[in-house]
C-alpha cells in the first residue's frame, strides 16, 4: 500500500483583463456618398493593437450597426460584421461598399444618418471597443437606361439577339425603328 500527499496548495489562475486601450478612428467621419465616386476610397478605419495574454495571432472584424439597435438585450444582433484579417490593424472602404452597408441597416438616401462602429478581437475569447459614429449620407444608385431591348415573336424571344430602342432626352422615353418579317 502506498500513500502519498502534497503539502503545496495549487495555485488559483485568473483570466486576465484585455482591452482596446483607445476607440477605433475613422477618417474621414462625416460623409457624403455619391455615386460617381462609387469606386473611391471613402473611410478608413484603423484602430490600436490589442495585447492578449499570449502570444499569438489575433482577428478582428468591424461592426456597423444603427444606434437604436446597440442597445438593450439585443444589442449589436442586427449589425453588419465585416471580417478585417488577422493583426490588420485598419480596413478602409470605397463609396459603394460604405452606401450598400448604410442602405442594408435602413439609412435613407439623401437623408444624413448615424451609423456606429465597433472592432472586435478575437484570440481566446472576443473582446470588443467602444463604439465610434460615423455620419453617411447615402445615395440612391441609378442605373442608366441608355437602351431597352425588345425581343419578341419577330426574332424567336431571343433576348441575346433582340433589336433595341434609343433613350432620349426625356428621361424614361426610348425610340427606334425595328423591321418585322411579312
Known amino acids: 500500500m502506498v500513500l502519498s500527499s502534497c503539502e503545496k496548495d495549487a495555485e488559483l489562475t485568473t483570466l486576465k483583463e484585455v482591452n482596446f486601450s483607445s476607440a477605433p478612428d475613422a477618417s474621414p467621419d462625416n460623409l457624403?456618398?455619391?455615386?460617381?465616386?462609387?469606386?473611391?476610397?471613402?473611410?478608413?478605419?484603423?484602430?490600436?493593437?490589442?495585447?492578449?495574454?499570449?502570444?499569438?495571432?489575433?482577428?478582428?472584424?468591424l461592426q456597423f450597426d444603427v444606434p437604436s439597435d446597440?442597445?438593450?438585450?439585443?444589442?449589436?444582433?442586427?449589425?453588419?460584421?465585416?471580417?478585417?484579417?488577422?493583426?490588420?490593424?485598419?480596413?478602409?472602404?470605397?463609396?459603394?461598399?460604405?452606401?450598400?452597408i448604410a442602405k442594408d441597416l435602413g439609412l435613407e438616401s439623401e437623408i444624413q444618418g448615424d451609423l456606429l462602429v465597433r472592432i472586435q478581437a478575437?484570440?481566446?475569447?472576443?473582446?470588443?471597443?467602444?463604439?465610434?459614429?460615423?455620419?453617411i449620407t447615402p445615395y440612391t444608385t441609378v442605373i442608366p437606361n441608355t437602351k431597352v431591348y425588345v425581343p419578341g415573336a419577330y426574332q424567336g424571344w431571343d433576348p441575346a439577339t433582340a433589336d433595341s430602342l434609343a433613350s432620349t432626352a426625356t428621361s424614361g422615353v426610348f425610340q427606334g425603328i425595328l423591321s418585322f418579317k411579312d
Do not use: C, H
Open 70 to 100: 446597440t442597445i438593450g438585450d439585443n444589442a449589436w444582433n442586427n449589425a453588419i460584421t465585416i471580417e478585417a484579417g488577422t493583426n490588420v490593424l485598419s480596413k478602409s472602404f470605397i463609396t459603394k461598399d460604405l452606401n450598400d
Open 122 to 135: 478575437t484570440m481566446d475569447r472576443t473582446i470588443s471597443s467602444d463604439p465610434i459614429s460615423l455620419l
Open 32 to 61: 457624403i456618398l455619391t455615386q460617381e465616386e462609387a469606386e473611391e476610397a471613402a473611410v478608413t478605419i484603423s484602430w490600436p493593437k490589442v495585447i492578449f495574454p499570449v502570444e499569438a495571432p489575433v482577428n478582428y472584424q
